[in-house]
C-alpha cells in the first residue's frame, strides 16, 4: 500500500510569483485535504476536494485554489505569494463515506519558503 | 466555530516519568477528538481517537486519552515516557454531523531526555 506522497519537498519562491504543489493520494482514498503548517503552529485547513469538487473550505483567501484528478491525485496553487506564505504544506488523504469520518493519512509535507 | 487550546507549548522530561498534556476545546455540540504526533522528520500520524463510548481511550505505543466532556477536555497521558516519544504532539476535534474537517491545536513540543 503506497502512502500519501508530496513534491517537492522544498520550494523557494519570491513574493509576487506563483506555485504549484502537488500531492497523490494513497490508495483507495478519494478525499484529499490541504493544510497549512506556520512554524510553531498546528495545520490549519485549507480545503477539501472530494471527487474532483470542492467539500469544504478554511479561511483562506482565494488565491488558494486547487484541482482533484480522476485519480485523486490533487494540486495546490497559490497565487501572488507573500511572505506570510512560508510555510508547511501538507496533503491528506482519507476515504470519504456518507455520514462518517475515516481516518486522515498526511503525507511528508512541502516547505515553501517566500523571499 | 470550534477552536482547540493545548496549554503546554513546550514539555521536558526524564525518561520513566509520566506525561500528561491538556487539550481544551471550545463546541457545545457532539464532537470527535484526536491526538496526532509528529515524530521528527517523519509524518504527522494518528495516535488515538474518540468518537463515543468509553471516555478513556487507548492509543498506540502506551499512550491514552479521557475525554471529559463537562470540562471539555481530552488530555492525553502516558505513565512512563521513553527517549522515542520526543516529538511533537498535536489534540484536534472535528464537530459531529459537519463537514467532518478537523480543528488542530498549536502543538506541544515534548522532549524526553534519556
Known amino acids: 500500500e503506497t502512502g500519501v506522497t508530496q513534491s517537492p519537498t522544498h520550494l523557494i519562491k519570491t513574493r509576487g510569483q506563483q506555485v504549484t504543489l502537488r500531492c497523490s493520494s494513497q490508495?483507495?482514498?478519494?478525499?484529499v485535504s490541504w493544510y497549512q503548517q506556520a512554524l510553531g503552529q498546528g495545520p490549519q485547513f485549507i480545503f477539501q476536494?472530494?471527487?474532483?469538487?470542492?467539500?469544504g473550505r478554511g479561511n483562506f483567501p482565494p488565491r488558494f485554489s486547487g484541482l482533484q484528478f480522476p485519480n485523486y491525485s490533487s494540486e495546490l496553487n497559490v497565487n501572488a505569494l507573500e511572505l506570510d506564505d512560508s510555510a508547511l504544506y501538507l496533503c491528506?488523504?482519507?476515504?470519504?463515506?456518507?455520514?462518517?469520518?475515516?481516518?486522515?493519512?498526511f503525507g511528508p509535507g512541502t516547505r515553501l519558503t517566500v523571499l | 466555530a470550534q477552536s482547540v487550546s493545548q496549554h503546554n507549548h513546550h514539555v521536558i522530561l526524564s525518561e520513566a516519568a509520566s506525561l500528561e498534556l491538556g487539550c481544551n476545546y471550545s463546541?457545545?455540540?457532539?464532537?470527535?477528538l484526536f491526538w496526532y504526533v509528529q515524530y521528527p522528520g517523519q509524518h504527522l500520524q494518528l495516535l488515538l481517537k474518540?468518537?463515543?463510548?468509553?471516555?478513556l481511550v487507548k492509543g498506540i505505543k502506551g499512550f491514552e486519552a479521557e475525554f471529559i466532556k463537562s470540562k471539555f477536555s481530552f488530555n492525553l497521558r502516558k505513565p512512563s515516557v521513553q527517549w522515542s516519544d520526543t516529538a511533537e504532539y498535536f489534540c484536534?476535534?472535528?464537530?459531529?454531523?459537519?463537514?467532518?474537517?478537523?480543528?488542530f491545536g498549536r502543538g506541544t513540543s515534548l522532549i524526553v531526555h534519556p
Open positions: 490508495s483507495g482514498h478519494n478525499t
Open positions: 484536534a476535534v472535528i464537530s459531529s454531523g459537519g463537514s467532518y474537517i478537523p480543528t
Open positions: 474518540y468518537f463515543s463510548g468509553d471516555p
Open positions: 491528506a488523504s482519507s476515504r470519504l463515506a456518507e455520514g462518517s469520518y475515516n481516518e486522515q493519512f
Open positions: 476536494y472530494y471527487r474532483e469538487e470542492e467539500n
Open positions: 463546541y457545545g455540540g457532539t464532537v470527535n
